[in-house]
């Protein structure tokens, strides 16, 4: 692996990030970078190089726009996790037509911020490399979540070299994280921290988006490898043998009934900026198991 916790820490979550761009026809592919009274602050982040700016488009694009959009996304995680159960590991990709309206029009529609942050707050301080459109070509950027801190990684696509560490913030800088369905794949999410500030990320997977959002509210617990039955470590090792190398850690949560659920995001050939979610689910003694009412 390119990056590794420390000792005192337990990796929770990784996944792809990247600043989220627009998907409504009056904002497509755009991203804008706001103070609270919507003023553009581009300029005004030091350290970062010059990147393209944004319009509105006008009717006639908007209408080209909106025919005929469409995104990967991968099988929802609940689906994802039956066709597992049987032991295969996978989740197929194919073309669907984006779903569901606008939650906050004014940051969707009439504008879309990636970056609302008054000066001197910690959103401003995320690092240039999250937005595709300055970052060198074969560089892509991670989000990790740990027991105490979250960090933004930096790695050069298709090599196993150590990631550069970009920024980290500790678990205290951070407000919490809501997942934004009006978006590609339904993958968004918002990242609030405690000054009030925020950023929107892409994360390449809406499983990854909701698990982010779950472990920052604490509405799931994780668990570790240590923690687990012998069995339960032997199915863990046989599944994580069938996976590509290119793999991220397993994400391990023990759900309300008990069953622990194996979740692992892997680089999409379809697109390096999406990522599949391979997923089992685990009984008490490593065998497949069924979800529970109340788990999923």
Known sequence: MDWYPEADEDLLVRTA???AAGISPTVAGSRWFRDPDRNDIQQELSGWPAGPTYE????GDRVARRTGRAFAVGIPLIANIIANIGGAAGSPFGDVPVRGRPEEP???VEDFPVMFAAPGTLART???QLDPARRPKGYATDLALTSRRLLFLGTKT??????DVLAEFPR???AGAKRMTYSEAEADVRLSFADKSWIRLFTGNPDSA???????SGTVQT???AELSPGHRARLTRFLAELPGRSQPPVLTRLRSGIIMVEVSVPSKASESVHETHSILMGPSGEAAAPKPGDL
């Open 223 to 225: 668990v570790t490898e």
């Open 126 to 128: 995320v690092p240039w």
């Open 56 to 59: 509105l488009h006008a009717t």
């Open 17 to 19: 990030a990247k600043f």
């Open 210 to 216: 909701e698990r982010l959002c779950q472990l920052l």
């Open 158 to 163: 298709g090599t196993l070299d150590k990631a």
């Open 106 to 108: 004014e940051n969707e």
């Open 172 to 174: 205290e800088a951070l």
